[in-house]
C-alpha cells in the first residue's frame, strides 16, 4: 500500500463520516483478536489474553484492555470512523444486562481471541471456556435480537438491525490451526469446509435480524513474525496461499447469498491486499519494520518481561500474530474508503449508505 493512497483514504474519510454516521445506529462485532476487546477477559480458564503490559501502552492511560495491541485495534478504528468513540464494550462485559431500553444502545463486541469459525478453534482438551467460539457469538448475538424485540417490538427491533452493520473478521485461527495440525486437511478441502461453516454462521445472523455485513478476510498470515520464524525469515507461502483462496472462496459465497437473500448488503474486505504491498515494499508506506515484532520480537510473545520498541508506529507488527495501533489504522481507513482491490462490491462507507 502506497504512502499516497493511504494518506487519500484517512482525507476521504473527514468528507464521509457524518453521512455514514447517520446510516448507522449500531455496530455489532464478531470474531477474533483482530478485533476482540477484552472479552476473554471474564474468561477465568482462558489462557489467551492480553490484560496486560506491555499491550495497552499506547491506549488512553496505558491501559491493559485485553486488546492484542499497543493501542486501539481495527474494530475501534472502524467504529471511530462512523462516529463512535471506539468500539463497542464486549457482551461478557456487560453481564447480561444490555441496557437496550437506553437511547443510546450503540452495539456490542462478540468477539473473542483465539476463535474461528469451528467451534474447536482456539479451544483445548481441558478448558472448555479458553475461547467464546463464532457459534457461540452468533447465539449471543441472537440474545440481543430477543431483548431487542421485548424492548422495541419485532417491527422496530428489525428495522433497527437493518441500518446496523455486523462486522466479521474470522478464520486465521482456523487455517493456522489446521496447518500445524498432526493431521492437516488439504487446502483443496479445508478452504470450502470452512466456508460451509462461514455460510450456516451468516444464515443464522440473517434469521435474527442482521442484513449488512462487513466481511474481513484472512490477511497474509504466512508473514507474521511467528511464521516467518519457522520459514527462516521468509514468509510462509502455504498460510499465505490459503489466506488468498479463502478470499475467493468467500467472494463467491457471500454473491450467491446476496443473490438468494436481496436485502442483503454486503462489503468483503481484502485484506491481503491491503497489507502484502506493505510488507513487498515497506519503502512505499509509513512503516519501517514489516518484519519484526515490537513488543518482544524473535520467538518471545508480549509480556510484561519482554522488549519494547520505541517506535511503535514505525512497525507493522505489535508481537508475533497482531498488527500495531498504526497498522490496524491503515487497513481500517482503506476498508472504509478503499476501491474495489481492497472491498468488494463496495467498500465499508459505501456500505452503511446501501
Known sequence: MAKGLAFVALSLIIGVLQSANAEVPAIFILGDSTVDVGTNNYLPDSNITANFPHNGVDFPFQRATGRFSNGLNTADFLAKFFGFK?????FL????????KKRRFRGVNFASAGSGLLDITGQTSTQKAN????GEQVYQFSMVYNDLVASKGTSEAQNFLS???????????DIVGNHYSKNPIPKEQFIPNLAVVYEKHLRNLISVGARKFGIISVPPVGCCPSQRVSANGECLKELNDQAEAFFSTMDTLMRNLSYENKDIKYSLGNTFNITKPVIDNPQNSSFTDVKNACCGNGTLHCTPLASLCSNRHKYLFWDLFHPTQAASRLAASILFVGDSRFATPINFS????A
Open 93 to 100: 462485559s456487560l453481564n447480561g444486562t444490555l441496557a437496550i
Open 131 to 134: 475461547v467464546v467460539s463464532m
Open 86 to 90: 471506539r468500539s463497542p464494550v464486549s
Open 163 to 173: 441500518k446496523s452493520l455486523i462486522f466479521i473478521s474470522v478464520g486465521s485461527n
Open 350 to 353: 459505501q456500505l452503511a449508505e
